[in-house]
């Protein structure tokens, strides 16, 4: 039997995250009922990434197992993208080897988080970038980071903890990038646990506008205690942008807020 791989986009907003759940609406339950339609048996898939309610993805990766083998795999991602909802699109298919999971295949994931740095609030962005009002001094946020860098247990930024296995990661990226008034933060590791990115995000932001110490996050993975971390950011800037396995296949795609962001920029220039 085929397993097919495929690129998923989604903007988050209106879904209750990747997982199915019964009665509300989420990416993976959207994409079980069209794929089993499609397919004429049922289909579950299995995705990189359990994205939370309102988090969107640039390069979520999902795969699949049909018993059909004669399929047009060529038009997949055509008929896919002509009956999804405009929020979910599918970047790229392929047939791969049987024993691939995107899950338990995966390497290393990749998420880009989008911060707007302004007093006022920004109409555009407010789907796609979490709202910073403060005074911040952003070196601090990357002084902060370096802490939290390489193996460690990270049962502190934890939302829920897993119900089995281990809470440690090993966090190989953690940056803040600024263009202007907003900050790029990619984040990127051998794996996360619940809400663990979101957390950090929220964590650094402390330090970054003076309410932590950056040289704290220390005492703060060493307690292994959710409760001394800081608030966890909000979902609105939270992108899956990536994963990478090891044959190679890397699904990353920079999410396109940033170059919104930039056209935002230069048109307020023009308009002074």
């Not at 292994?224 to 909000?234: H, I, V």
Request: proline share 4%.
């Amino acid at each position: 039997m085929p397993t097919v791989r495929m690129i998923v986009e989604y903007d988050g907003t209106a879904f209750y995250g990747m997982q199915w759940q019964p009665n509300v609406r989420t990416v993976g339950g959207t994409l079980e009922t069209l794929l089993s339609q499609m397919f004429d048996e049922p289909i579950k898939i299995t995705s990189a990434g359990r994205t939370d309610t309102g988090v969107h993805a640039s390069g979520q990766v999902v795969s699949f197992t049909p018993t059909r083998e004669n399929f047009p795999w060529d038009r997949l991602r055509i008929a896919l993208n002509s009956r999804l909802p405009s929020d979910l699109s599918i970047r790229h298919t392929e047939v791969v080897d049987g024993v691939f999971s995107a899950r338990f295949s995966a390497l290393e994931r990749t998420y880009v988080y989008a911060l707007y740095h302004g007093r006022a609030t920004s109409a555009l962005l407010a789907r796609y970038a979490a709202h910073v009002w403060r005074d911040c001094d952003w070196a601090r946020f990357n002084d902060g980071a370096q802490f939290l860098l390489g193996e460690h247990d990270f049962r502190s930024f934890c939302g829920m903890l897993p119900e089995s296995g281990p809470t440690i990661r090993t966090l190989r990226e953690l940056r803040l990038e600024s263009f202007g008034m907003v900050k790029r933060i990619v984040i990127r590791a051998d794996g996360f646990l619940h809400r663990m990115v979101r957390t950090m995000v929220g964590t650094l932001i402390e330090c970054a506008d003076g309410r932590r110490d950056p040289a704290s996050l220390s005492d703060v993975l060493k307690a292994r205690d959710r409760k001394q971390a800081g608030l966890t950011a909000p979902a609105c800037g939270l992108y899956l942008a990536g994963v990478r396995y090891a044959d190679g296949f890397d699904s990353f795609s920079e999410p396109p807020v940033f170059a919104l962001a930039a056209d935002l920029a230069v048109h307020h220039n023009d308009m002074r």
